[in-house]
C-alpha cells in the first residue's frame, strides 16, 4: 500500500486489517482475471452484472445520442474481493494485468478498508474469517497440497 499519510492530508488511506478491491470489467475478461486470481491464492470472489457508464465521450463503447438512458448504459461485470492489507496490491496489479486491453472502457478499480470479516458458519472474525481454505496461507504453509 502506498505509505500511510497524515489522516488530515488529502491523500490519506485509511488504515485497515482488510480492504475490499471492487473491480469494474469488461465481462469477456472475467475468466482471465479470476484464474490468474485463483492462481494467487484468491478463492473468496463475488461477482455481479452490472451496467453502467463511464466518461467514454467520443469512444467506440458510447453508444449513439448523448443522453444517458438506461438503453446506453454498457454491461459490465462488478467483481469485489475483500483482503488482507498485504495483498491488495498484487491483488490490483492482476486485476490490471488481466482485464487491461488499453482501449476505453477497460474499466476501474475502487479501494475500501473493511472494518472485520465475519464467517457466518463458525463466527470467526478478523484474519480468522478472512483466511480461506486454498487461500494464500495455505499455500506457503508447508505440506499444503495447492492445486
Ligand atoms: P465457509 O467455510 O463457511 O463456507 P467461506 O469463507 O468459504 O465460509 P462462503 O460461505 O463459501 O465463505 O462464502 C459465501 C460467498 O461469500 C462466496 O460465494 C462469495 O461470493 C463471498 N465471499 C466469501 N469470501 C469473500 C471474500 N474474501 N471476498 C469477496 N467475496 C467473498
Ligand atoms: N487472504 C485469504 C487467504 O489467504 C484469501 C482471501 C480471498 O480469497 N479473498 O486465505
Given at each position: ?17 482488510f ?63 475483500v ?33 472485520d470479516v465475519i ?10 474469517g478472512e ?17
Amino acid at each position: 500500500l502506498p505509505i500511510i499519510r497524515a489522516q488530515n492530508s488529502p491523500d490519506y488511506i485509511p488504515v485497515a486489517n482488510f480492504y475490499k478491491v471492487e473491480a469494474i470489467l469488461r465481462p469477456w475478461r472475467i475468466q482471465k482475471v479470476s484464474s490468474a486470481l485463483l492462481k494467487i491464492g484468491i478463492r473468496g470472489v463475488t461477482v455481479s452484472d452490472v451496467r453502467g457508464f463511464g466518461a467514454q465521450g467520443g469512444s467506440a463503447e458510447r453508444q449513439a445520442g448523448s443522453e444517458f438512458s438506461e438503453d446506453n448504459f454498457v454491461v459490465k461485470v462488478k467483481m469485489e474481493i475483500v483482503v488482507s492489507k498485504d495483498q491488495v496490491e498484487e491483488v490490483i496489479a492482476t486485476i490490471i494485468g488481466e482485464a487491461r486491453t488499453g482501449e476505453i472502457g477497460d474499466g476501474k478499480i475502487f479501494l475500501s478498508p473493511v472494518a472485520d470479516v465475519i464467517r457466518i458458519r463458525t463466527g470467526e472474525r478478523g484474519e480468522k474469517g478472512e483466511r480461506m481454505t486454498g487461500g494464500r496461507a495455505d499455500m506457503f504453509s508447508a505440506g499444503s497440497s495447492s492445486t
